[in-house]
C-alpha cells in the first residue's frame, strides 16, 4: 500500500520557532508592533500597495471592509454563491443582504452577466472571489458596474501573490482581505489583512481595527491621548502571529516554486484524460497570473465526482470537493424572499475534485501524478 498523500502540509522549518522564541522573550506580545509593522510595510513594497494592515483573520478584514463602507439595512451586496461562509457573514453581520450570482464555467470566478443582472439602486459593493488564485475578471467586473457608486472588495483570502495583469491581487479593488489560514499559501495559522489604495479607508480601517480608537495615530505621536472616534472592534494579530508570517514571507518564491511544479505535472499529465471528454482541466485567463493556491478540475457529474473522490482517497490521495453553494444554504434560506437557482454554480460545485497541493510534494510530483492518472484510468475503464 503507498503512503497516504495528505490535502496540504504546512511548509515549515525550525525558523518559524525561532522566530516565535524571539518575540516570546521579550516584552511587546501584542499587536500593532515593530514585527507586525514591519510585515505590513513588506506587503506594501512587495505588492506595491498603499496600505496594508494585518488582521487576525481574513474573515474579519471583509467585516472591516463592510464597516469602511457603512453597509447597514437595505444595501445589497454581489458576490459568488460559490464561496466560503465569511463572504456572506460580512455583509448580514452590518445587516446588509448578500446578493448571490453565478460563476463562470471556465474558471469559477463571478459571472460578470450575473452581477449586470442583479445590481439594482440598493447595490453598494460587489466582491469578486479569486477561487484558487485566479483573478476575477476586472475589465468586465468595471464595465458592468459602469458609473454607478459601487464599490469592489476583493476576497483575495487564496490570492496572496497572484496578480491580474500584473497588479497584485488584492490591490486591484477598493479594498482587498488575505487570509494566512493554515490551508492557505502563507500561513501564519490564522490571520490575514487588508489592503486599500484609499487613504480615507486607511485611516478607518485603522480605527476599526483598534476597538474603534485612534491608537495607533498615537503610537505615531499624531495626537496626545487616544479615545473612542468610530465603531470598532479588535481585530489585530499578536506579535507572535506576525513573527511566523514574517518567516513565511522570506519563503514565499520557494513555495510559490514547488506549488508550481506539482500543478504543472498534474495538469500536464491529466492532459488525455480531459481529451477522452473524462474531465475539464482548470483555466487560466491570459489576465490571470496565478499563485497556483488549488489544482483541481471538473469531472462529468456528481454521479463521477463521489465514487471518484472514495477511489482516490482509497489509493492515499487526500483529494477533496470545495464549497457547498450558499444560496442554498439553511441559513441564506431564511434571508432569501425565494430560492434562487445559480445553474452553472450549483453543477460546477457537485462536479469539482481538489488534489493534494502543497509545496512538500514537489520532490515527488512524477510519482504522484501518476498515481492520480492511474485512479482516472482505472475508474473511467470501469465505468465507462
Ligand atoms: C479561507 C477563505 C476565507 C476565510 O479566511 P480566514 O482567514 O480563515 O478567515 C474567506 N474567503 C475565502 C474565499 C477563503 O478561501
Not at 487560466?284 to 488549488?294: G, S
Not at 482516490?312 to 441559513?331: D, E, K, Q, T, V
Amino acid at each position: 500500500m503507498p503512503d497516504y498523500i495528505p490535502f496540504n502540509r504546512i511548509f515549515k522549518d525550525e525558523d518559524e520557532k525561532k522566530a516565535i522564541s524571539e518575540v516570546l522573550s521579550g516584552d511587546n506580545w501584542h499587536g500593532d508592533g515593530p514585527v507586525g509593522r514591519r510585515v505590513e510595510a513588506y506587503f506594501c513594497e512587495w505588492l506595491n500597495s498603499r496600505h496594508a494592515f494585518l488582521t487576525t483573520s481574513c474573515t474579519h478584514a471583509l467585516e472591516m471592509a463592510m464597516m469602511i463602507l457603512e453597509i447597514g439595512e437595505g444595501d445589497e451586496v454581489i458576490m459568488p454563491g460559490f464561496t466560503f461562509v465569511s463572504t456572506a457573514n460580512a455583509v448580514s453581520m452590518r445587516g446588509g443582504k448578500p446578493i448571490f450570482a453565478d460563476i463562470r464555467d471556465d474558471d469559477l470566478t463571478i459571472d460578470t452577466e450575473d452581477i449586470a443582472r442583479k445590481i439594482t439602486p440598493a447595490t453598494r459593493a460587489v466582491i469578486p472571489v479569486h477561487y484558487a488564485g485566479v483573478s476575477a475578471d476586472f475589465d468586465e467586473i468595471r464595465r458592468v458596474i459602469d458609473n454607478r457608486a459601487v464599490s469592489i472588495i476583493e476576497d483575495a483570502a487564496q490570492a496572496v501573490g497572484a496578480f491580474w495583469n500584473g497588479q497584485a491581487l488584492g490591490t486591484v479593488g477598493d479594498i482587498g482581505c488575505f487570509s494566512f489560514h493554515d490551508t492557505k499559501n502563507i500561513t501564519c495559522g490564522e490571520g490575514g489583512a487588508l489592503l486599500t489604495q484609499n487613504d480615507d479607508f486607511a485611516e478607518k480601517a485603522e480605527w476599526i481595527r483598534e476597538k474603534g480608537t485612534n491608537r495607533t495615530a498615537f503610537l505615531r505621536g499624531e495626537v496626545d491621548k487616544y479615545t473612542w472616534v468610530s465603531l470598532g472592534s479588535s481585530y489585530v494579530p499578536s506579535e507572535l502571529l506576525s513573527a511566523v508570517l514574517e518567516v513565511q514571507l522570506r519563503k514565499k518564491d520557494i513555495i510559490l516554486e514547488k506549488r508550481k511544479a506539482m500543478w504543472n505535472v498534474y495538469f500536464e499529465s491529466l492532459r488525455d484524460i480531459e481529451q477522452n471528454g473524462w474531465i475539464t482541466l482548470p483555466v487560466t485567463p491570459p489576465y490571470a497570473q496565478t499563485n497556483y493556491h488549488i489544482f483541481h478540475f471538473i469531472v462529468r457529474d456528481q454521479s463521477d465526482r463521489d465514487p471518484l473522490i472514495s477511489a482516490f482517497r482509497n489509493a492515499g490521495i487526500g483529494a477533496s470537493f470545495h464549497y457547498i453553494p450558499l444560496h442554498n444554504a439553511p441559513y441564506a434560506r431564511k434571508f432569501l424572499d425565494k430560492p434562487i437557482i445559480l445553474p452553472k454554480t450549483e453543477y460546477l460545485a457537485d462536479s469539482l475534485i481538489r488534489l493534494p497541493l502543497h509545496p512538500g510534494l514537489a520532490d515527488r510530483k512524477e510519482e504522484i501524478a501518476t498515481r492520480v492518472h492511474d485512479v482516472l484510468t482505472g475508474y473511467y475503464k470501469e465505468s465507462g
